[in-house]
């Protein structure tokens, strides 16, 4: 083992240093002193000196927060003062009680001064320092002993490896709550679900579940934080007079405490701090589930002292559960505005997070499935932060026998169309796209959108008002209205009516692609579309069409082609196209270019201003020639059309030594293709 230079002692002590500042601004004062990439830049740094000298590397270095594969013993740790618990308070009426007795017990008359901190939905820890350094973490257990779980506690960031700052007391006890943030625990349930792996139904199950895995390197993945919530030490005198000072100590010492807190005086000025922190409840970035109010002066706490396993001078003033049990009365199919169908959970009502909840989204089969919902479990459902309730754990032991599985249903439960699950997607949709009722306004406005049909004037707001009003329920009816019609409507003045209907008369003799493109079949795009224009030229060749010629087509795959069959099998659909052909739609046929095109198999890019058409018919035209074209330039780029005032993509063409055309040069070969 070489021995390191005096430099590399110092660097690594720097490092340390640097990493261990940047980890307290982060984690403990909420405030990052640098990027993340600056951070890991510094974090390899030292790990490569480490790794090169063993010797240099410390206990309460950040590098060690890695954890390790060793696998941990959890071996009970007696609790040199018990972990108790807190008792609660359910109501406004027995909060007053307390601070009724506590006002007594002191023979106060005056408010008594509170410390209110949010309770953290986690689990309650204890972390040994000695000489500064952490030695020991165990948890509450049956709050005379826990287990050791120093391993698993070293790899979480908010928890300091070494006590900052000096004049530290000798032995040193932090008591605190380890949680998990909601946008980690979304993250990681996304993640395990992506592996296949058993997903955590919330953040404080997934919060055990990392503190109990057995392998360090395991939680120190996991998003895990550490909130301080009391300190001990073996020389009181040590410390400050109060628990809010006790606690700011405790933050200068680096760990983290709840910036939520604060203080209140008397009893109405603790009901104020619950209902306002109540308000704040969902937008807080981790779940609590209430409010713990302290007895400030820690004299008054040592006078009050302690009821079997509970101090005297706190209480958890307890929010609305954000999880209860109740019961699967049906499950039923909605179907939403792109044909997605859904089961949604018809439940026994239930009071959680605040709301009587009778319905709870099972997003998809394969959530049943993995869920193994039935018709009739008792189930957990869970409103928190998100607004919708989820049902996220069935009690199995309770199924009834009489319990029904879910069936997805085969046709549509509001237009009767065929429900297609394509494999290897997990939405099921309704194939009704033109004449669901569940799907009209969305198919009008994908109809009237600008790269469909481009019916000017045919927003939003009128396509609402039109099916509101039962003027428009297909996109043929929109062929009907006459100015007279429209004029019925409220705030449509004439000069409007008559565009709009000028606008609906010039759609109606379109070119078939962007017939295609309008009729909204899933996956169906405007390359697609222009795809299966050419290649069979009618709209009458791409509805015979089966399978096998559909994905001899560029761009469809077997799932498009799956698409484009059930689309046109539905009679509902075959029926809006005769109405629409009734009302005097024409679409265009195409000339068949399926044999190789001139620019088959070619990446064109445009760029700058181009005088004589548009970026947009440019663009039209070169597809129609075949060529693909992208918004960047690369070796691959075939040619590089330059208009007015191009920058650097005209730059990079020409380091890439990537062909370059004018636009009078894009002109003549357009004219030579008849295009132009
Ligand atoms: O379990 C707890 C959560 C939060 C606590 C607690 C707390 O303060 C914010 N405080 C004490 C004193 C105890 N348990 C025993």
Redesign the pocket.
Not at 117 to 120: A, C, H, T, V
């Given at each position: 083992m070489s021995k390191p230079s005096a430099g590399s002692v110092k660097r690594a002590e720097e490092l340390r240093s640097a990493l261990d500042e940047h980890n307290y601004q982060y984690y403990v004062l909420d405030d990052p002193g640098i990027p993340d990439a600056e951070y890991d830049r510094l974090f390899r740094e030292l790990q490569k000196l480490e790794t090169e000298y063993p010797q240099l590397v410390s206990d309460d270095s950040p590098t060690r927060r890695v954890g390790s594969t060793a696998e941990t013993s959890f071996d009970e740790v007696v609790h040199r003062l018990p972990?108790?618990?807190?008792d609660n308070a359910f109501s406004e009426e027995e909060l007053r009680d307390f601070d009724r007795r506590v006002r007594e017990r002191l023979g106060s008359d005056n408010d008594i001064e509170y410390v209110c901190?949010?309770?953290?939905d986690g689990l309650?820890v204890s972390v040994h320092y000695e000489q500064g350094l952490l030695v020991r973490a165990a948890t509450r257990g049956d709050g005379y002993a826990g287990e050791d779980i120093t391993a698993n506690i070293r790899t979480i960031p908010s928890v300091p490896l070494r006590i900052r700052g000096r004049d530290v007391p000798d032995l040193v006890e932090v008591?605190g709550?380890v949680y998990m943030p909601r946008a980690g625990f979304e993250a990681l349930n996304n993640r395990l679900e992506n592996h296949g792996d058993k997903t955590f139904v919330n953040p404080r199950n997934a919060a055990a579940g990392s503190l109990r895995q057995k392998k360090s390197t395991v939680t120190a993945r996991r998003p895990l934080e550490m909130c301080a919530?009391?300190v001990a030490v073996t020389d009181d005198s040590l410390l400050p007079d109060t628990q809010w000072e006790s606690l700011q100590q405790v933050r200068q010492w680096g760990f983290r405490i709840?910036p939520e807190m604060r203080k209140a005086l008397g009893v109405s000025e603790c009901l104020a701090a619950y209902e306002e922190l109540m308000q704040k409840r969902d937008a807080l970035p981790y779940e609590i589930d209430g409010i713990?109010f302290?007895v400030n002066r820690l004299d008054y706490q040592a006078t009050l002292g302690f009821v079997s396993r509970?101090?005297r001078w706190?209480i958890?003033h307890k929010f609305p559960a954000q999880e209860e049990l109740t019961v699967i009365e049906d499950v039923e199919f909605q179907v939403g505005r792109t044909g997605a169908v859904t089961p949604v959970a018809r439940l026994k009502p239930v009071f959680v997070g605040g709301v009587t909840v009778s319905n709870a989204t099972l997003h998809n089969m394969d959530e049943i499935r993995r869920l193994d919902v039935r018709i009739g479990d008792t189930v957990f459902v869970r409103r928190a932060g998100d607004v919708i309730p989820k049902v996220v754990k069935v009690v199995i032991e309770k199924r009834p026998k009489t319990a029904k599985s879910v069936v997805l249903p085969k046709q549509c439960p509001v237009c009767d169309s065929d429900v297609i699950q394509i494999e290897g997607e997990v939405v099921a949709r309704c194939s009704g796209g033109l004449f669901c009722p569940a799907q009209r306004k969305e198919a009008i406005r994908h109809y009237a959108s600008r790269k469909a049909l481009d019916i000017e004037g045919l927003g939003d707001k009128w396509i609402d008002i039109l099916v509101d009003h039962a003027m428009v329920s297909t996109v043929a009816d929109i062929y009907h209205l006459t100015i007279k019609d429209l004029l019925r409507l409220e705030r449509m003045g004439e000069k409007s009516a008559s565009n709009l209907v000028a606008a609906i008369d010039r759609s109606r003799q379109p070119v078939l692609w962007r017939f295609l493109y309008a009729l909204g079949i899933r996956e169906v795009g405007e390359a697609t579309a222009k795809s299966l224009a050419s290649h069979f030229g009618s709209l009458e060749a791409v509805a015979e069409a089966d399978e096998e010629s559909l994905v001899a087509v560029q761009d469809v795959g077997p799932i498009v082609a799956g698409h484009i069959r059930s689309f046109f099998e539905q009679p509902h659909n075959l029926e809006t196209l005769d109405a629409l052909r009734d009302a005097g739609v024409k679409w265009q046929e195409e000339e068949i270019t399926a044999g190789a095109k001139p620019l088959q198999g070619q990446t064109w890019v445009l760029t700058g201003t181009l005088s004589e058409l548009t970026r947009d018919e440019a663009r039209e035209k070169l597809e129609t020639l075949g060529a693909k074209v992208a918004g960047s330039v690369s070796r691959k780029t075939a040619c590089v059309v330059a208009g007015e005032a191009a920058g650097s993509k005209l730059e990079k063409a020409e380091k890439l030594g990537v062909q370059v055309l004018d636009e009078q040069a894009l002109l003549e070969m357009l004219k030579e293709h008849e295009l132009f």
């Open positions: 972990m108790l618990s807190l901190e949010p309770k953290l309650a008591r709550e919530y009391s709840n713990v302290k509970a101090p706190a958890a």
